[in-house]
């Protein structure tokens, strides 16, 4: 499990990293550097100093705590996201491993928590669309600040949204990069937390990942979906910010790619629905679609397997 873990790491950040830095690329005043630097302190000190409630969300409340089945979901939920990231098609990571958790579940013949996985659905369904409705809202305070500090005004407003936007990350959708490790120390007799090496461990791996994975997810998320100015992408980052934090206050893991992209959707919208180009919208939304599906098959064909040739 902890070998997964380590892998699933390095994956999270190359897929979520990348995203939740590419839109604020073209906003001066913040280097990547120090960007990534606050993601990797949120993604560390919120599950060590704060709560861990949903990466115990995962680890226990879709299958029983058996190591086996999360095991084997999160390595489909790997194979999945990497089968996507080689199109270019940053995909939800949590809905990949929920789906393959359920899905290595059913092929072990452990019992599913159905109601759990159905909640944990709807708020991630309800999150883009939360973004994307947060979005069309705040972009038309923007009018009210043009003029002549207005550049100031978007250099300082995208600081606070990017800080909002880390913390939603690391109290929510970066937590699920410690469930293995939270296994992995119940399994062996400890407290249900990561043991204390965990938290440089995925920090570190974490960043290595968002610095592989930022050119290839910028095209699609910093300028794929509408070309990004500087008032959308803050507007975006806040809009994602408060439903990722309203999904963490239910103990509901959420995907911030996909509140991302509703608030930079709802963001182009407002402006003109032409400016939006709707080709990558659809491609990310087949992304989405295939990916629960295609976890939960695959899982659940593979715990059949091992099931079959375990003694």
């Known amino acids: 499990m902890i070998a997964v ?15 939740l830095i590419a839109p604020g690329l073209r906003i001066p005043g913040m280097p990547v550097a120090a960007g990534l630097g606050l993601l990797v302190a949120a993604v560390v000190a919120v599950p060590l100093l704060l709560t861990t409630a949903v990466a115990q969300t ?33 995909t939800s990571l949590t809905l990949a491993v929920i789906g393959g958790v359920a899905g290595a579940g059913v092929g072990a013949g452990l019992s599913v928590e159905w109601p ?9 369904v309800a999150a883009p669309v939360a973004g994307l409705l947060l979005a069309l809202a705040g972009a038309t305070a923007w009018r009210a600040v043009r003029g002549a500090r207005y550049l100031a005004t978007v250099r300082r407003t995208h600081v606070a949204a ?27 007799g400890g407290d249900a937390a990561p043991r204390w090496w965990a938290y440089p461990v995925v920090g570190g791996l974490f960043a290595a990942g968002a610095v592989i994975g930022l050119p290839r997810v910028a095209r699609t998320l910093g300028t794929g979906i509408i070309s990004t100015r500087a008032p959308q992408a803050v507007t975006a980052e806040f809009a994602s910010a408060a439903a990722v934090l309203g999904s963490a206050a239910a103990g ?14 709802g963001a182009g919208v407002h402006d003109s629905y032409r400016r939006v180009r709707w080709r990558v919208v659809a491609n990310l939304g087949l992304a989405w679609a295939v990916t629960l599906p295609a976890a939960f098959a695959l899982a659940g064909a593979a715990a059949l397997v091992v099931g079959a040739t375990t003694p």
């Open 162 to 188: 990017y800080l909002a936007q880390c913390l939603a990350y690391g109290a929510n959708d970066g937590q699920k990069a410690f469930v293995l490790f939270i296994a992995a120390s119940a399994a062996a």
């Open 5 to 19: 873990g380590v892998v699933f790491a390095l994956v999270t950040g190359a897929n979520d990293g990348g995203a």
């Open 58 to 90: 995962l680890a226990g409340s879709i299958v029983p705590a058996d190591p086996a089945p999360l095991a084997i979901g999160f390595v489909v939920a790997i194979v999945v996201a990497g089968g996507l990231a080689r199109r270019g098609l940053p």
């Open 116 to 124: 759990a996985v159905l909640r944990v659905l709807a708020i991630g």
């Open 252 to 265: 509901a893991p959420v995907s911030m790619t996909q509140a991302l992209t509703g608030g930079l959707l």
